[in-house]
């Protein structure tokens, strides 16, 4: 059974090749435009493994990083090189979507949501530095304590109603 599934996830990832080559030939579309393709489909054929073996949840973590840098290549081959200026910081988002995805395609251990969370907020930080709003991204930690004080007060409350 493991071998069939294997063969399927391997016939998927040739057609989804080979459709891109063939497009590249048949197209006025150049490979220039569709190199991309190739860390997506590895971030698809992570993903395909995951979906056939949900206990490899370590799959998503590749698999979320080449298909998030995939899907970025993607935009800068069709838009233009020079959006990198601002774009970088999904280079630090990457890995953060790698450990959500974890977090909720595992066993929910909150040791994941560590890492996304510095990630994310490193990286939406320095979208707001790169997109000229250096002097807004304070309000992101604002946010930040907002959502602890309200957890606080919510789990205090609850807290006190189980001990009674």
Aim: aromatic content about 18%.
């Amino acid at each position: 059974m493991a071998s069939g599934k294997h063969n399927l996830g391997w016939g998927i990832f040739l057609i989804f090749l080979g459709a891109a080559f063939l497009v590249g030939n048949l197209s006025d579309v150049s490979m220039e435009k569709l190199w991309p393709v190739f860390p997506l489909s590895v971030g698809l054929a992570f993903i395909v493994g995951y979906l056939y073996n949900r206990s490899n949840f370590g799959l998503l973590m590749p698999g979320s990083i080449f298909l998030v840098i995939g899907l970025l290549f993607f935009y800068l081959s069709v838009f233009g090189w020079w959006h990198m200026e601002d774009l970088w910081p999904v280079f630090i988002l990457a890995p953060a979507v790698g450990f959500l995805a974890m977090y909720f395609g595992g066993s929910r251990d909150k040791g994941l949501l560590v890492p996304a969370g510095i990630l994310g907020g490193l990286g939406l930080v320095f979208f707001f530095i790169s997109a000229g709003m250096g002097g807004w991204w304070p309000i992101l930690m604002i946010i930040a304590g907002c959502i602890i004080l309200a957890r606080h007060f919510f789990s205090s409350g609850e807290s006190e109603k189980s001990e009674s």
